[in-house]
């Protein structure tokens, strides 16, 4: 998402270069400050938007790498960023963000367009982003730029209950056994979505202790798994809820295994609740959480470059969080 006013001449600006851990203090200060004002343009005056949890920023700018792109002002300041992310032919971009005084400017384009041309260089076949859907600026933003929306994800939550065994984890298994299972986890995605692989999503989860990835099996073969994070989102926060980043599973009959050792997990992390992002696409998905006593949180549109959409799998789900 990224906050735009109405065009004036373009500030200079240099980039992009690539973000460093070393950066996450002054990007949290352009993000807070940039959708704070968003937020206010928006009829909300007085709400502040907190710093992100300075390792979900570790994790945004190590699972972009070379896509984590910033743009510095004369000064060296932090202008403009925007976290762009490739996972095999999918492609997104978020957190992004121009500096409030920068807005309007054309910085906001250039940041954007820069991010698409990365990934198509990449090959990626999914192009998309997601943003907030009452706020129009930002979606004739995106459209002006061959962005087309689609339709909403909701965020629906869970209790955190406990289930009759403990759920199987990635994060305790031996190295060599992890090493396997992250093959299985590429394999499942590849036969469900071809050319998705969230393999670095997974393990990158793991070495920085945000959370786990829960497994399912039948008859000794991978049927799902759902990438998690437990950690809290906003800084100096209590860990509220255990958020589903990714989930993957065979066939859609086995989300009730999966939604119980989601709910076993997160009481065992010390969280109160599962939040499932969930695509619009998955309409029969939405009715099995709703029966389930789930409830609805937010919502946000999930725009995709034209020519760039996702295509849904014939079989089995697959859902992959556009944001952090």
Known sequence: MASMRTWRPAAHIDGPYRARVADIAPLNVVFSDAFSERYRRDGMVGVRVPNLNPQIWRYAIEDAAEGAMIWRDGRGDIAAFNMVHQSGIEGWMGPLAVRTEYQGSGTGKEIVLRGVSWLKERGARVIGLETMPRTMDNIGFYSSMGFVPGRLTITLTLDAASADHAPELL????????DDMLAECRGLTGSIC?????????????????GDTVLLHEHGLLVGFALCHTAPLVEGRAREELRVLKLVLAREELLDDMVRALGDFARRSGTHRVAFRV??????????LVGLGARVRWTDLRMSLDGSQESHPASGILMSNWEI
């Open 171 to 178: 994060g305790r298994l031996g190295m060599r056994d992890r």
């Open 194 to 210: 071809p050319g998705h692989d969230f393999t670095r999503e997974l393990d990158l989860t793991s070495s920085l202790a945000l």
């Open 279 to 288: 695509q619009g696409e998955y309409a029969s998905l939405y009715r099995r």
